[in-house]
């Protein structure tokens, strides 16, 4: 069975700088390469939103607020995905998932938590 784990969440100041991870585990080697990934978050109270998204052509995209700050990258002989982010502050502040979507599959990680203070 495919399960996604993130880590590398924590709390940082304003400015500051984060990179989490994502990876699949289970027999997932051969095909981690067909998966679009995404990371999203969720603060509190309010819905949870895309934050990159990375096609597995290559294609990225961003949400406007974290673009020019934060890259989703992959590498698949590692079977994770990764989302560098930097000058991080306070609206950063959620709990950020990650997805692996191809065709009718999707699955999705338990999330890890980033708090961002002032």
């Known amino acids: 069975q495919v399960q996604l784990v993130e880590s590398g969440g924590g709390s940082v100041q304003t400015g500051g700088s984060l990179r989490l991870s994502c990876t699949a585990s289970?027999?997932?080697?051969?095909?981690?390469?067909?998966?679009?990934m995404g990371w999203y978050r969720q603060a509190p109270g309010k819905q949870r939103e895309l934050v990159a998204t990375?096609?597995?052509?290559?294609?990225?995209d961003y949400a406007d607020s974290v673009k020019g700050r934060f890259t989703i990258s992959r590498d698949n002989a590692k079977t994770t995905a990764y989302l560098q982010m930097n000058s991080l502050n306070p609206d950063d502040t959620a709990v950020y998932y990650c997805?692996?979507?191809?065709?009718?599959?999707?699955?999705w990680g338990q999330g890890t938590q980033v708090i961002v203070s002032s």
């Open positions: 997805r692996a979507f191809f065709g009718s599959f999707e699955l």
């Open positions: 289970g027999s997932v080697l051969s095909v981690f390469m067909f998966y679009n």
């Open positions: 990375l096609q597995r052509g290559g294609t990225t």
